[in-house]
């Protein structure tokens, strides 16, 4: 989807931050911890797509910590960060909705966050 409607001039091997990428560019470098799936440079413009999947028709996904880091911290800056939800990802028909960033207060209307975890890490003495 981001391939037909942006082009390989800006869609390609390189833009496929995530490890599965190598399904298709086995010599791809990666980066899991990026925050984001893709990330496109567009009229001068970074965005910064996270790709969730849903295996019907749902509106609702998780996103994990290195993901929320990276939308909260890109509120601040010109580049945008972006939820592409593939919707019925497995069946022949699969439909895709091009999200704005759920922690940016200007879109606080279209987003209900309703829970959260977190992972603490301690030492002990």
């Known amino acids: 989807m981001l391939f037909k409607r942006y082009g390989n001039t800006v869609v390609h091997s390189a833009t496929w931050k995530s490890s599965n990428s190598r399904l298709?560019?086995?010599e791809n470098p990666v980066?899991?911890?990026a925050g984001c799936d893709f990330i496109i440079n567009h009229?001068?413009?970074?965005?910064?797509?996270e790709v969730k999947s849903s295996s019907q028709d749902e509106e609702v996904f998780e996103l994990g910590s290195s993901e929320i880091r990276l939308a909260m911290e890109l509120i601040r800056k010109k580049n945008i960060f972006l939820v592409m939800h593939v919707n019925?990802?497995?069946?022949?028909?699969?439909s895709f909705r091009l999200l704005p960033n759920p922690y940016?207060?200007?879109?606080k209307n279209?987003?209900?966050i309703e829970e959260s975890g977190a992972r603490v890490r301690y030492k002990s003495k």
């Open 43 to 49: 009229k001068g413009r970074n965005f910064y797509i």
């Open 88 to 94: 019925n990802v497995l069946s022949r028909n699969p």
């Open 104 to 107: 940016d207060p200007k879109n």
């Open 31 to 33: 980066d899991d911890n």
């Open 24 to 26: 298709v560019f086995p």
């Open 110 to 112: 279209l987003y209900s």
